[in-house]
């Protein structure tokens, strides 16, 4: 399966929000996370996102299927899987398996790997459990829909 992740640049940005408002405008209206959901990012936190932190575009062969944002938390190896979409038609195909796997791959210098995900979304999990992130009993209720729990992955 050919997925490449690109850095993601300034013109990209628009895209990049329209990707990202496809994928979770479902969660949103499922959840009402207001504060917290990106498909309510504005234009400028995402070009901030793009300038700041590590954001790259998910393709599929030629195909741009989704994002991945990747924080660097520290110094000393600490990352933060931040944001990652796949639009709803490429799901389900092992793409975010493989764009994971070739985030940490990019960040070769890591020695810890966390993330946040919605407890009630059992194939993300899945998913996460599936490249070594483990579940770390940590949870946080967001609102009275929403509880987001929370992994880590060591890498040894």
Request: net charge negative; aromatic share 10%.
């Amino acid at each position: 399966m050919n997925v490449i992740l690109v850095k993601a640049d300034i013109e990209d940005s628009e895209k990049l929000l329209e990707i990202q408002k496809i994928c979770f405008a479902p969660h949103l209206e499922r959840y009402q996370d207001f504060d917290t959901n990106p498909a309510l990012a504005s234009l400028e936190k995402v070009k901030w996102r793009i300038q700041n932190e590590n954001f790259y575009k998910i393709l599929y062969g030629d195909i741009w299927v989704g994002s991945i944002n990747i924080i660097k938390l520290d110094e000393v190896g600490n990352y933060k899987l931040h944001i990652i979409n796949i639009l709803p038609e490429y799901q389900g195909k092992g793409i975010g398996q493989i764009a994971i796997k070739k985030a940490e791959d990019i960040f070769s210098d890591a020695k810890t790997w966390v993330l946040e995900t919605i407890e009630d979304m059992p194939d993300n999990r899945h998913v996460y459990e599936k490249v070594g992130y483990k579940f770390t009993g940590k949870a946080e209720r967001i609102n009275e829909k929403l509880t987001i729990v929370f992994y880590e992955k060591k890498i040894l």
